[in-house]
């Protein structure tokens, strides 16, 4: 009977240990089904912002996408201009030298007519100034003499 009695508190103690490694697997059991609501809750939560956020990437690759495209067209319509600049300047520049060789042409053209106007006009001028000066003189000898004769009367 010592042994059924002993038997039977081992029984117990076992019991009572079984109970309550029970009791602390249940607790730990509900800690870990609350901790993973609470995991599962978040996990929700940042599925719906990683999908606000791809959503965004994908409208702002789409917006990239436009950008890219204009700036293609930009660039060729920059390439077209720079092109037409390069044709105009090609342009000016054979004109300039055009001009350049023209106005050479010119200014050797005139230097006979610059050499004979100089030759005349220091050929010219003594006696063009001399008969000026003697006109003056006349006249103010015609002037002088037409003073005297008619202020004496």
Same mark, same amino acid.
């Given at each position: 009977?010592?042994?059924? $009695?002993?038997?039977?508190?081992?029984?117990?103690?076992?019991?009572?240990?079984?109970?309550?490694?029970?009791?602390?697997?249940? @607790?730990?059991?509900?800690?870990?089904?609350?901790?993973?609501?609470?995991? *599962?809750?978040?996990?929700?939560?940042?599925?719906?912002?990683?999908?606000?956020?791809?959503?965004?990437?994908?409208?702002?690759?789409?917006?990239?996408?436009?950008?890219?495209?204009?700036?293609?067209?930009?660039?060729?319509?920059?390439?077209?201009?720079?092109? @037409?600049?390069?044709?105009?300047?090609?342009?000016?520049?054979?004109?300039?030298?055009?001009?350049?060789?023209?106005?050479?042409?010119?200014?050797?053209?005139?230097? #006979?007519?610059?050499? $004979?106007?100089?030759?005349?006009?220091?050929?010219? *001028? #003594? #006696?063009?100034?001399? *008969?000026?000066?003697?006109?003056? !003189?006349?006249?103010? !000898?015609?002037? *002088?003499?037409?003073?005297?004769?008619?202020?004496?009367?």
């Amino acid at each position: 009977m010592i042994v059924a $009695l002993f038997a039977l508190i081992m029984f117990i103690v076992l019991a009572f240990f079984a109970i309550s490694a029970l009791s602390t697997v249940k @607790g730990f059991i509900d800690k870990a089904q609350s901790s993973l609501s609470t995991l *599962t809750e978040e996990f929700k939560s940042l599925k719906g912002r990683v999908m606000i956020t791809l959503d965004e990437i994908t409208y702002m690759k789409s917006k990239i996408s436009m950008l890219m495209d204009e700036v293609t067209d930009l660039k060729a319509n920059l390439s077209n201009s720079l092109r @037409g600049v390069d044709e105009l300047t090609d342009s000016l520049e054979d004109s300039v030298s055009n001009i350049s060789r023209k106005t050479d042409i010119l200014f050797r053209m005139l230097e #006979p007519v610059e050499t $004979l106007t100089n030759l005349i006009k220091t050929r010219v *001028t #003594p #006696p063009i100034a001399s *008969t000026l000066s003697l006109v003056s !003189a006349a006249g103010k !000898a015609v002037s *002088t003499f037409s003073g005297k004769l008619f202020h004496k009367k």
